[in-house]
T-cell receptor, first 113, second 114 residues
Framework: AQTVTQSQPEMSVQEAETVTLSCTYD???????LFWYKQPPSRQMILVIR??????QNATENRFSVNFQKAAKSFSLKISDSQLGDTAMYFC??????????FGEGTQLTVNP | EPEVTQTPSHQVTQMGQEVILRCVPI?????FYWYRQILGQKVEFLVS????????KSEIFDDQFSVERPDGSNFTLKIRSTKLEDSAMYFC????????????FGEGSWLTVV
């Protein structure tokens, strides 16, 4: 069974600074997909970024980028130029083709003015 | 941009009552899911649905739960006899198919059982 671990229950960052959220996973699969979802206080689940395991290049979406280390089974999220609206719970998630999405425990990020 | 829509956004129900949560997945999507999130906990998979049948379910999805796609657009989750521990946010989600593994979530239905 796949597991996803987020070891940082809470993090904080000053506005305009950069923060990195950690995620590790365990799987015996070779082809899979990794995601970061954002859950603001409204509790909606918003896709932030996705990474296909077969791609060596790290995914980027504007201020959001990942550091995907396949051998280490690590998938961290970097948020640059943090904004107050980035305050949310961030979930790392893992999926193989056709299977369920497995979530980590989440990291509560607070961006301070 | 197309999105998954869910109703109701919030429902309060008496313990033992039946509840139906409704979802309209994105129109060209083929796989549908229900997840739940108990307050303060992580998101848990309940069930996946494809080609008008359950393709996978978790240990949480016991006999009190059922899913249905009664017409071409709606996807429902029924909880037959609610318990206090069923209080949670229930998320519907969908994905186009196995070629796209990105799952798109609705805004959730917050169920409170009293």
């Amino acid at each position: 069974a796949q597991t996803v671990t987020q070891s940082q229950p809470e993090m904080s960052v000053q506005e305009a600074e950069t923060v990195t959220l950690s995620c590790t996973y365990d799987t015996s699969e070779n082809n899979y997909y990794l995601f970061w979802y954002k859950q603001p206080p409204s509790r909606q689940m918003i896709l932030v970024i996705r990474q296909e395991a077969y791609k060596q290049q790290n995914a980027t979406e504007n201020r959001f980028s990942v550091n995907f280390q396949k051998a280490a089974k690590s998938f961290s999220l970097k948020i640059s130029d943090s904004q107050l609206g980035d305050t949310a719970m961030y979930f790392c998630a893992f999926k193989t083709s056709g299977s369920r999405l497995t979530f980590g425990e989440g990291t509560q990020l607070t961006v301070n003015p | 941009e197309p999105e998954v829509t869910q109703t109701p956004s919030h429902q309060v129900t008496q313990m033992g009552q039946e509840v139906i949560l409704r979802c309209v997945p994105i129109s060209n999507h083929l796989y549908f899911y229900w997840y739940r999130q108990i307050l303060g906990q992580k998101v848990e998979f309940l069930v996946s649905f494809y080609n008008n049948e359950i393709s996978e379910k978790s240990e949480i999805f016991d006999d009190q739960f059922s899913v249905e796609r009664p017409d071409g657009s709606n996807f429902t989750l029924k909880i037959r006899s609610t318990k206090l521990e069923d209080s949670a946010m229930y998320f519907c989600a969908s994905t186009p198919g196995t070629s796209s593994n990105t799952i798109y979530f609705g805004e959730g239905s917050w169920l409170t059982v009293v």
